[in-house]
């Protein structure tokens, strides 16, 4: 092998050489031979007939690392670069070579030309359309999967100039719009409220489906992969409600709630200007009382499966769900707690008589209120300036179907626990496990 070939060729001949000894030697049929090189039956047998003419080179493709005999002349690439570098500098590669072919009599394609450019690096690679995709079937049953999505419009068009968002909850299965509001930006708050009207009005889902919106992920770079481990304060709710997130890729991934927003667009605008409605909660209540059940009736479609895969969120703490929670806060010596610029004066408890020094959770509710949580008992409730509301929250609810393992020895029996509820799919669920129960107060 005098002549010096690339090192992946040579790879490649002993990768073969290999394969034509085994089927020499009996250990594989020359039709196997040929499916594991990929050639066909005719290459094999002049692969094989090349081997014991001349060996191991005889494998080797002897066009590797000679010029190609079409390849350009260097004066003519110099040229292209050169025109274009001086003369066509704002012109798009297609147009540059229009004016190669017409006023220089250059014959190269457009695709060479192109490629040259990219190589100089005077044009920018395009990202492409690509791989090809398939239309994904909608779930089987209503409340498998929902899509949730914000869009920005001039929704109110007799107030020109002014951009709302409407937050749109869409069922997958069924096509049925269970939720739409306008609210001024897509925020935590304004996300977790609509997601709870849901939730009250129809169950807890079994999927979510989102785009990478900073209120729904925490993303490494951007828009680019999604942290699951990182939770974001909507994420969290979703996971203490057992609410799977999937995050769209891409907008055509989120091709039928994109779908929906221009339906919306094309409908709502025109229908809320007819009606001369100009304020967003105007709006909203004509949403939730005429718009969104004429586009149930008109759109909605059957399930492929009869039945639902909401749960309902038996013994859940919606209010302290769907809220933002700041957690981990130190109570100052004089018993108040700062969050947001506020300051929480925690009032005397029968729990302790001081709370100074101790790690408490602060909770703001949608509402705008804020509760303090110590071990899982609310000790304050305050409005939205701080002031105290009289007294702490009420108590999370105890279960009265469940008796603790203290209870269950002073009782001289062991402790009893209800059935375990069913899903919809017949598998049990174990709700005494679920983190989005309450926790009982301490005796």
Not at 39 to 62: C, F, W
Not at 194 to 203: K, L, N, Q, S, T
Request: proline letters at 5%.
């Amino acid at each position: 092998m005098e002549r010096k070939y690339p090192e992946s060729a040579v790879r490649r001949a002993m990768t073969v050489q290999e394969v034509i000894l085994k089927a020499v030697g009996g250990e594989l049929k020359w039709i196997e031979a040929a499916d594991i090189l990929g050639v066909t039956p005719r290459t094999i047998r002049r692969m094989h007939a090349s081997y014991k003419a001349h060996g191991l080179p005889g494998l080797i493709d002897r066009r590797r690392g000679s010029p190609s005999p079409r390849r350009a002349a260097f004066a003519d690439v110099e040229q292209v670069l050169r025109l274009y570098r001086e003369k066509y500098r704002d012109f798009n590669v297609k147009h540059f070579h229009e004016k190669l072919v017409e006023k220089h009599g250059l014959s190269y394609g457009y695709t060479w030309v192109k490629l040259v450019l990219q190589k100089a690096g005077m044009v920018k690679r395009s990202k492409g359309r690509g791989g090809h995709r398939q239309r994904r079937e909608r779930r089987a049953l209503f409340g498998q999967m929902l899509h949730l999505d914000g869009s920005e419009h001039e929704w109110l068009s007799l107030r020109p100039g002014e951009r709302q968002e409407l937050l749109l909850v869409v069922d997958d299965a069924t096509g049925r719009n269970l939720a739409g509001r306008l609210v001024e930006a897509e925020t935590t708050k304004s996300c977790l409220g609509i997601m709870r009207d849901v939730v009250e009005a129809y169950g807890i889902p079994a999927q979510l489906y989102t785009d990478r919106n900073s209120v729904y992920w925490v993303t490494e770079k951007g828009r680019g992969r999604v942290d699951k481990e990182n939770l974001t304060q909507f994420g969290r709710a979703m996971e203490q409600l057992g609410v799977e997130m999937i995050a769209a890729c891409s907008p055509q991934a989120r091709g039928r709630s994109e779908r929906w927003n221009a339906t919306w667009q094309n409908r709502l605008v025109n229908e809320l200007r007819a009606e001369g409605i100009e304020t967003v909660e105007a709006a909203n209540r004509y949403i939730g009382d005429v718009f969104l059940p004429e586009m149930n009736r008109r759109f909605a479609v059957e399930a492929k499966a009869s039945g639902s895969a909401f749960v309902r969120a038996r013994g859940a703490d919606l209010e302290r769900i769907f809220s933002v929670h700041h957690e981990s806060r130190t109570v100052a010596n004089d018993n108040t707690v700062r969050v947001k610029g506020r300051v929480l004066q925690i009032e005397p408890s029968r729990f302790r008589e001081t709370f100074a020094r101790c790690t408490v959770d602060v909770l703001e509710h949608l509402d705008g209120t804020y509760s303090i949580i110590w071990k899982g008992r609310a000790i304050g409730r305050y409005d939205a300036d701080g002031q105290t509301l009289g007294g702490a929250a009420p108590k999370p609810p105890k279960f009265s179907a469940v008796t603790t393992r203290e209870e269950g020895k002073r009782k001289g029996g062991k402790p009893e626990s209800p059935p375990l509820p069913r899903s919809p799919a017949g598998a049990r669920v174990d709700l005494h496990r679920s983190p989005i129960l309450p926790q009982a107060p301490e005796a």
